[in-house]
Nanobody
Framework: QVQLVESGGGLVQAGGSLRLSCLVS????????MNWYRQRPEKERELIAT???????TYADSVKGRFTVSRVHAKNTMYLQMNSLKSEDTAVYYC?????????WGQGTQVTIAS
């Protein structure tokens, strides 16, 4: 059974940093592009970062230059380093990937930025 488990969320002051983790179990994720999404209060879920199997990551404009996605295949884990956090980064953050026509999501981790 494939599972994605996020961790690392919490409450941090504006300008601070957090690192989120996404542990994938049930398969080797090195064959798939991996994504981070977030859902801000009263907003739709949005794609913010993609870590491809190879090559450079891509980012939404709202986080470009502040967030960095990485993946460690030996640990089957993806990370999201978030710096210079702003109040508008407050959201539930989800990791995600797609295999064939099926999508897999984690349960989400809450990130709250205090201004």
């Amino acid at each position: 059974q494939v599972q994605l488990v996020e961790s690392g969320g919490g409450l941090v002051q504006a300008g601070g940093s957090l690192r989120l983790s996404c542990l994938v179990s049930g398969l080797a994720f090195n064959g798939y592009a991996m994504n981070w999404y977030r859902q801000r209060p009263e907003k739709e879920r949005e794609l913010i970062a993609t870590a491809p199997m190879a090559g450079p990551a891509t980012y939404a404009d709202s986080v470009k230059g502040r967030f960095t996605v990485s993946r460690v295949h030996a640990k089957n884990t993806m990370y999201l380093q978030m710096n210079s956090l702003k109040s508008e980064d407050t959201a539930v953050y989800y990791c995600h990937f797609k295999r064939d026509s099926r999508e897999y999501w984690g349960q989400g981790t809450q990130v709250t930025i205090a201004s």
